[in-house]
């Protein structure tokens, strides 16, 4: 079993830049399918971004795509994702998810069986 730990958010003006971090413990990150969601107030959980275990594949959802980057690093079992030209509604709390069974990248939030906490993102204009 996996346990991840999300850190990194905060608060910024529109335009800034934030690198979250999704830390791992208890398995290597490596053998897992990692996606980040986040979810503003009074609406549904969303994806972001994810990259597969097998060949560090990459999808973004269209609201985020040339802005964000997603990216792991083995060695310290974290996968990143960086967020540049941050807009007001990129808002939201932040959550990484993990899943070893995952040959796609999937954009359910009911296909990652592992989930952080959590990280608040809030970027003002």
């Known amino acids: 079993q996996v346990q991840l730990l999300e850190s990194g958010g905060g608060l910024v003006q529109a335009g800034a830049s934030l690198r979250l971090s999704c830390a791992a413990s208890?398995?290597?990150?490596?053998?897992?399918?990692v996606g980040w969601f986040r979810q503003a107030p009074g609406k549904e959980r969303e994806f972001v971004a994810g990259i597969r275990w097998n060949d560090d594949g990459t999808d973004y959802a269209d609201s985020v795509k040339g802005r964000f980057t997603i990216s792991r690093d083995n060695a310290k079992n974290t996968v990143y994702l960086q967020m540049n030209s941050l807009k007001p509604e990129d808002t939201a709390v932040y959550y990484c998810?993990?899943?070893?069974?995952?040959?796609?990248?999937?954009?359910?939030?009911?296909?990652?069986?592992?989930w952080g906490q959590g990280t608040q993102v809030t970027v003002s204009s």
């Open positions: 208890g398995r290597s990150l490596r053998m897992y399918t």
């Open positions: 998810a993990a899943d070893s069974r995952l040959v796609v990248i999937a954009r359910l939030r009911r296909s990652y069986d592992y």
